[in-house]
């Protein structure tokens, strides 16, 4: 595969390195460009035209550096901007929250889905009306699932600042997974949506607070079956790609806390400044 089919993949911090290191190791054959918007992180506690104005800028520096297609790899990027960027880009997009509403409604047996996700997108409704798009689907085509599905949301304001410190096991993420499983528990959910692709670094946290019985549904496994869909492909026999990985703030940083995070080094990493349109 040339090295011109190139994947654009994006998020507000190193939460979207989650997403990456799954196409990294799907497609190990297919050159991707991640680009973190650690100058701008979190997201969640932005308005929503700042956050939309920052996603074009992103979206175009992508575009204008040869991404044949994009993955909001940001559940609020998804949530809040996956039209307007889908009505001008001449690239496909690919958005994670319609996929992980379809796992999580084929997931649950008792119709009560918990979702973390940072304010924005907890606020935006987007998982409500995508699992309740996904049960209508599955129920015309005669699929089991549970007769009703209710989503119930809970902002986390504070997992993404803790992350992006690289605080992933400590007693600060604890108490702060700890707080936003309570409403969950006690909304009875046995599926939980992972709604922001920072929240796999603590998941071990999650498990360790409410053991086995909860069927997690993580989105970044279903982009990779979306990219294969639109024919990006790799076999088996082929070279390692290239892989570059850009930072809005400091690139020093973005390497040292992604490489922390996924556990092996990552780069090369560079620092490029958005230009907002």
Not at 12 to 36: K, N, W
Not at 41 to 55: C, D, K
Not at 67 to 88: G, P, Y
Not at 218 to 239: H, I, Q, T, W
Request: negative net charge; charged residues 20%; proline residues 5%.
């Amino acid at each position: 595969m040339q090295d011109s089919h190139l994947i654009g993949v994006f998020d507000s911090g190193v939460g979207g390195l989650t997403v990456a290191e799954q196409i990294d190791r799907e497609l190990p054959g297919v050159p991707f460009i991640f680009f973190g918007d650690t100058q701008h992180v979190p997201y969640g506690n932005r308005s929503v035209s700042e956050v939309v104005s920052l996603i074009d800028a992103i979206c175009h520096h992508l575009i204008s550096s040869g991404a044949e297609v994009l993955v909001m790899a940001c559940n609020t990027s998804s949530a809040l901007a996956f039209d307007h960027v889908a009505a001008w880009s001449p690239a496909p997009i690919i958005g994670i929250i319609d996929e992980a509403a379809k796992a999580a409604v084929r997931a649950t047996r008792n119709g009560r889905i918990g979702l973390m996700a940072n304010p924005l997108t907890a606020a935006s409704g987007a998982y409500e009306k995508a699992c309740a798009q996904a049960h209508a689907s599955a129920s015309l085509k005669g699929e089991t699932v549970a007769s009703t599905v209710k989503v119930t949301p809970v902002g986390c304001p504070k997992l993404v600042p803790l992350i992006e410190k690289g605080l992933v096991s400590g007693p600060e993420a604890h108490e702060a997974v700890r707080e936003y499983l309570r409403p969950l528990q006690e909304a009875g959910v046995d599926t939980l949506i992972l709604g922001c692709t920072h929240y796999p670094f603590v998941r071990p946290v999650i498990e360790e607070l409410v053991g086995s019985d909860l069927k997690i549904i993580d989105p970044a496994r279903y982009v990779v079956k979306r990219l294969r869909e639109l024919g990006f492909d790799c076999k088996a026999s082929d070279a390692k790609a290239s892989r570059l990985y850009q930072a809005s703030g400091s690139a020093t940083d973005f390497a040292k806390i992604g490489s922390q995070l996924l556990g092996h080094a990552i780069g090369p990493v560079e620092r490029v400044e958005l230009s907002k349109k």
